[in-house]
């Protein structure tokens, strides 16, 4: 196909197209002539991919750069920081700065569970930054549950690793790794949603209605 219909397949019009292969996010065309080149369903796949990683998973062109040079090349490493879209964690220097008891629990928490994940690692950051927000914010009922948060971690990545066992071939089981970890945390978040959502009957008021003037005005 040429590339006015890769961009009908995709829905991507033809300046972004020539963007992302400017920027090494898409492969070039097979050259037909000196200003024609022939696209394949293979462009269409890799279009898709883009579009799902820039505009649910939030990354930037950088990082889905780094991400689909490692899908081309055999002997890619994806590294887990490379898969999301960024936040406020401090990274691995976090627990230098954080309450050392909350830099204890998340330890704690990680011997108890039998995760290797290494202290000085980013996911043992973000767990640990994230607590003393939450009870910085006074809302350490959150904090004080997390041994279920985290049973429930452990049979998500449970179930992560069977889907990446079932794939067909290094090349399908590494796009799957992208795809599962950047848009699994908002597929996760929509079904977090959803189940609120069926097991409320009604909504939880933001303020007490009773007891104070403010409340009935």
Not at 140 to 154: N, Q, T, V
Request: proline fraction near 5%; charged fraction near 25%; glycine fraction near 8%.
């Amino acid at each position: 196909m040429r590339i006015a219909e890769l961009s009908r397949a995709s829905g991507v019009s033809t300046a972004t197209i020539k963007y992302y292969i400017r920027e090494g996010l898409l492969p070039s065309g097979l050259l037909t002539s000196s200003n024609q080149a022939r696209y394949t369903e293979d462009h269409v796949h890799r279009l898709r991919l883009i579009r799902a990683l820039m505009d649910i998973g939030g990354l930037t062109v950088s990082r889905i750069r780094s991400i689909v040079t490692s899908l081309d090349d055999p002997d890619g490493v994806f590294a887990p920081e490379t898969m999301t879209a960024g936040g406020p964690f401090a990274g691995p220097l976090a627990p230098l700065v954080a309450d050392p008891r909350t830099v204890a629990t998340v330890r704690s928490l990680t011997e108890r569970q039998g995760w290797s994940a290494p202290v000085d690692g980013p996911e043992f950051a973000a767990v640990v930054e994230l607590l003393d927000v939450l009870c910085e914010l006074g809302q350490e009922r959150f904090a004080d549950r997390l041994g279920d948060y985290a049973e429930a971690a452990e049979r998500i990545a449970a179930v992560d690793e069977e889907v990446l066992r079932s794939c067909d071939g290094d090349r399908n089981r590494a796009e799957s790794l992208v795809v599962g970890t950047v848009l699994g945390d908002s597929l996760l978040s929509a079904l977090r949603r959803l189940a609120r959502a069926g097991r409320i009957a009604a909504p939880v008021p933001a303020f007490a209605t009773s007891g104070t003037s403010e409340a009935r005005s």
